[in-house]
């Protein structure tokens, strides 16, 4: 028996799985379908009837979220009817708009803005003096603001209230032109997924504390992007500004937002994960320092030759290796390759950069690190765990995107880095360990390169170069094969995408996995093993 059905949308014949509706079977052809209530990860609720189309056979205008495709259906999504019907609920939601369109950090990026262009285009029939006022600017929560005047009454915020946390904070009170989104008396929108709510506001009614008033979405790009916050690797759009001349500007990223993978986080992501992109902001290092003084490439690069090539003389096994959950599988790939090939030593330490901390049964995992699962396949068979006794006696040591002397480091392991004299830091943001270090070469963020992370769950996701926040840095990738090239060791030069190849054909963990099975969306090794089969 089959499990899908046969309709007609618009004159096109398409097939769907049996129980879609006719918002997402129209999404087969094409055919776009506006609604504000409607969202594809929490129940329907019907009440904007934003989204009628006309069936054959149909009395009336059924709303196409709460209608089920069945065989031999035929649907139109443009009919005159249909129009008329979508011009008039706009008409209706309209009456008593607020006209916030100038300070509202919705602009550009709200529901109401763009089908009043494409279905309405009339004068609001009721004057501004005579609209219902209602309240402005309460802060409904820590993190999201509240406009009762823009509110269009679709509940999205509640049903993700009550649906997805569970907790209930939002409701909707009073009838008619008096209805308004609001908490309980005494009640907090203070869940840990709050910001979620202003994320599927369809309107301006609830809005990020943080991103209020920052920027306008038009001057922003957006490109994909994974959550560095911990080992559940939420699917995010970065927001940032477009890549100008203007120093101050370029790069500057604004917020994280969740982007859609059911595979992993559905539509939603935590608070606190949002304010990762503060990282790719603030407290980056930008020039390379030796002995606490800036220096350019060359003189940096020479400092590491003439530091560590007479020490290699003494034997293997003298430079130590240290790199974070935080690095990609190709960077961890390349370390050890360097370690090996150029520094003799067969063994390199992993270690966390932060301890575990709070975690939920949804998303929020105790690992704050995006890629301790990936690091420790990739690095499968050289990796020492006890940090103090492996860096006792070594004569130098080189740190990936490790912070040996963060503050909740055990004290053994803090005095044997700081017994070594000669120390390397490769990193995109200053800490305790690029203050002690002999040489600081600036790194890239997560958000500046490419590479891999695998998270908790085994999937590998990709990262994408997408903002250049300091053109003077340079990607981890790159630093290590200049590193060996000023040490006397040609490699041929590689990408993340040839080192992943690299990775896939050794490592059982990514076996059958490149970067197109991988995708936008992340695959695991068995996935791509059976996509292949």
């Given amino acids: 028996m089959s499990e899908n059905v046969k309709l007609t949308i618009n004159g096109f014949e398409t097939e769907v799985p049996k129980g879609t509706n006719l918002i997402e079977a129209a999404r087969c052809v094409k055919a776009k379908v506006p609604h504000f209530c409607y ?22 205008l059924p709303i196409a979220c709460n209608t089920i495709a069945t065989e031999g259906m035929v649907v139109n999504t443009e009919s005159d009817a249909v129009k008329e019907n979508r011009a008039a609920i706009m008409e209706f939601l309209l009456v008593n708009h607020p006209i916030d369109c100038p300070v509202c950090d919705q602009a550009g990026e709200c529901k109401l803005q763009n089908y009043y262009m494409e279905h309405d285009r009339r004068d609001s029939v009721v004057a501004v003096e005579d609209k219902v006022k209602k309240g402005k600017a ?119 937002k969740p982007r859609r993978n059911p595979a992993v986080n559905k539509a939603w992501m935590c608070d606190f994960g949002r304010t990762e992109y503060v990282q790719i902001n603030e407290n980056r290092l930008t020039q390379p320092i030796a002995s606490n003084i800036e220096i350019g490439w060359d003189g940096a690069l020479g400092h590491i030759r003439n530091g560590i090539a007479p020490l290699l003389e003494r034997g293997s096994g003298v430079v130590a290796g ?66 103090a006794s492996y860096l006792d006696g070594k004569l130098a040591v080189i740190t990936l995107s490790a912070d040996v002397l963060s503050d909740w480091r055990d004290e053994a392991s803090k005095k044997a880095f700081s017994a070594i004299k000669q120390k390397i830091c490769l990193q995109s943001n200053g800490t305790a360990t690029s203050d002690a270090s002999s040489v600081v070469l600036p790194a890239t963020s997560y958000a500046e390169k490419d590479g891999t992370w695998t998270n908790k769950d085994g999937r590998v996701q990709r990262l994408t170069a997408a903002v250049r926040k300091e053109f003077s840095v340079r990607s981890e990738i ?49 996935a791509a093993q059976t996509v292949s089969a």
């Fill in 39 to 60: 969202h594809r990860d929490l129940s329907v609720a019907g009440n904007c009837r934003m989204c009628v189309v006309e069936v054959e056979g149909m009395r009336g």
């Fill in 138 to 256: 309460i802060e409904v929560g820590p993190r999201v603001m509240l406009d009762q005047e823009r509110c269009v009454a679709c509940s999205r915020c509640v049903r993700f209230c009550d649906e997805v946390t569970g907790t209930g904070e939002l409701r909707l009170l009073n009838r008619g032109d008096h209805t308004t989104i609001d908490t309980f008396p005494g009640k907090k929108l203070d869940n840990n997924y709050s910001v979620n709510t202003a994320d599927i506001c369809p309107v301006g009614a609830l809005t990020s504390r943080d991103f209020r008033f920052q920027a306008r979405s038009w001057y922003l790009e957006k490109d994909n992007s994974i959550c560095p916050g911990c080992s559940t690797g939420c699917n995010t759009t970065l927001s940032h500004y477009k890549q100008t001349t203007l120093g101050d500007y370029n790069g500057v990223a604004y917020r994280l």
């Fill in 322 to 387: 240290v790199a974070s959950y935080d690095c990609t599988n190709e960077e961890i790939w390349l370390f050890k390759k360097l370690m090996k090939e150029v520094f003799h030593t067969d063994s390199i330490a992993l270690i966390a950069n932060r301890e575990d901390g709070y975690s939920d049964d949804f998303l929020i995992a105790a690992d704050k690190h995006p890629n301790r699962r990936g690091s420790m396949a990739v690095a499968k068979g050289g990796v020492v765990e006890d940090l």
């Fill in 478 to 526: 790159q630093l290590m094969q200049q590193i060996a090239h000023v040490m006397g060791v040609e490699w041929e030069l590689k990408s993340a995408m040839q080192l992943f190849a690299e990775i896939a054909a050794s490592v059982p963990e990514f076996d059958g996995l490149d970067y197109g099975k991988i995708g936008k969306l992340g695959a695991t090794a068995s």
